[in-house]
């Protein structure tokens, strides 16, 4: 996969889910959903299935990091299959607390 730039689209070989680049570091990374490279989101699905150690799924709306936390991708539509980075499954960002208003 090319180097990755905000906002570039993809969508899962495998199943439903799309994403929406919103931070990525340099160089090339393999990004997969469902055990499959994504594919740019105006590319013609490829079908296939799902492999049963990436089918935890995506949420619409949430954000996936890695453990690094330099690379983020929001979910705009979700799946069955889970988000890897190079065969690493991808983590939901935490919200950061507030401060408290006493």
Same mark, same amino acid.
């Given at each position: 996969? %090319?180097?990755?730039?905000?906002? $570039?689209?993809?969508?899962?070989?495998?199943?439903?889910?799309?994403?929406?680049?919103?931070?990525?570091?340099?160089?090339?990374?393999?990004?997969?959903?469902?055990?499959?490279p994504?594919?740019?989101?105006? %590319?013609?699905?490829?079908?296939?299935?799902?492999? %049963?150690?990436?089918?935890?799924?995506?949420?619409?709306?949430?954000?996936?990091?890695?453990?690094?936390?330099?690379?983020e991708?929001?979910?705009?539509?979700?799946?069955?299959g889970?988000?890897?980075?190079?065969? $690493?499954?991808?983590?939901?960002?935490? %919200?950061?607390?507030?401060?408290?208003?006493?």
């Amino acid at each position: 996969m %090319a180097a990755l730039k905000a906002g $570039t689209r993809f969508k899962s070989a495998v199943c439903a889910t799309q994403v929406m680049v919103i931070a990525a570091p340099e160089g090339d990374l393999e990004l997969s959903c469902g055990g499959s490279p994504l594919l740019d989101v105006t %590319a013609d699905a490829a079908g296939g299935e799902i492999d %049963a150690d990436h089918k935890n799924g995506t949420q619409i709306g949430k954000r996936y990091v890695n453990e690094a936390g330099d690379l983020e991708l929001l979910c705009t539509k979700p799946g069955e299959g889970s988000l890897a980075l190079g065969g $690493t499954p991808l983590v939901l960002k935490e %919200a950061k607390a507030l401060p408290s208003s006493d």
